[in-house]
């Protein structure tokens, strides 16, 4: 039992309110906060406070005691000079951590597919905040194989095809803040400069894939591509790595086409719209 305070011809008297009541107002709390949610993002993202009261059939006094929560919690803003709600950036970190424990488990038969196909080490990459995560790696089945790094925060996005097929489609201040430590050569073909890289992640959006040629390791050959949810928005990479000496223009087809199909499929997976000429594209000859 629980005690209310109850006021009675100014007299102020303790009543026993049952736990169960209690707990079933706060379940009722939580779901009509969470109908505010799902009706800030069914109105394409932002919303006023009486149209999220028409789409929720609650009254709009509750509404805005509940967005007070949400806000002070991080899960709703609202638009500065406006009288509009958003979701908060606290569904961005939630979303990042949901894609680093799943999308592993998901990419793992995709995965498999490409070492099978290619022989080659293949790695999976996630964004996660202003990090390039490797998740996850298959070691080449080539008795010569490359080293290319291990699972954890990729230490060179801007010289690596995974690190560029990330960050070709993120905002420029986010690129910015994902390469905040600097752009370390490590051979003669890295790009230190942002203005060069920059043109470079333009030639990656065109082509749909990115390469690293000999930008991170010598001799090393490196193809890569991107991974999108439902939102058209790039959450990971996956790529292959090769030596030198097996990147020739068929294999490097095949392993291009091998890296498009796995994460078109995934990109599938995770909600995004199928892309227009797909087929065509993984086909086509890789640019010297």
């Not at 790695?123 to 996850?136: D, F, K, M, N, R």
Request: a negative charge.
């Amino acid at each position: 039992m629980e005690s209310a305070a109850i006021e009675t011809n100014g007299a102020t008297l303790n009543a026993e309110r049952p736990a169960s009541d209690a707990a079933q107002a706060g379940v009722r709390s939580v779901k009509r906060a969470l109908s505010l949610v799902n009706a800030i993002a069914e109105a394409g993202g932002e919303a006023a406070l009486t149209d999220l009261s028409a789409r929720t059939s609650l009254p709009v006094s509750t509404c805005h005691h509940l967005l007070k929560t949400l806000i002070d919690c991080g899960y709703a803003a609202q638009v500065p000079g406006k009288k509009l709600y958003v979701l908060g950036t606290r569904f961005i970190q939630l979303s990042h951590a949901c894609v680093n424990s799943d999308l592993p488990r998901r990419a793992q038969p995709f995965l498999e597919a490409i070492s099978e196909a290619t022989g080659e080490t293949v790695h999976l990459a996630a964004l996660q905040g202003s990090a390039i995560v490797t998740v996850a790696l298959r070691e080449a089945r080539h008795a010569i194989r490359v080293d290319a790094g291990g699972v954890g925060k990729l230490e060179a996005p801007h010289a690596t095809s995974i690190g560029k097929a990330i960050l070709a489609w993120l905002p420029e201040n986010e690129i910015r803040r994902v390469l905040a430590s600097g752009m370390t050569r490590f051979t003669e073909h890295t790009m230190t400069a942002l203005p060069e890289l920059i043109e470079a992640l333009r030639q990656v959006r065109r082509e749909g894939v990115a390469f690293d040629r000999e930008e991170f390791i010598p001799g090393v050959i490196c193809i890569g591509a991107p991974i999108r949810d439902q939102a058209g928005a790039v959450i990971g990479a996956i790529s292959a790595s090769m030596p030198k000496m097996r990147a020739s223009d068929e294999h490097m087809a095949m392993t291009r086409a091998e890296i498009l199909s796995a994460t078109r499929a995934l990109s599938e997976d995770y909600g995004a719209a199928p892309e227009a000429g797909a087929e065509q594209t993984a086909k086509t000859t890789i640019p010297n």
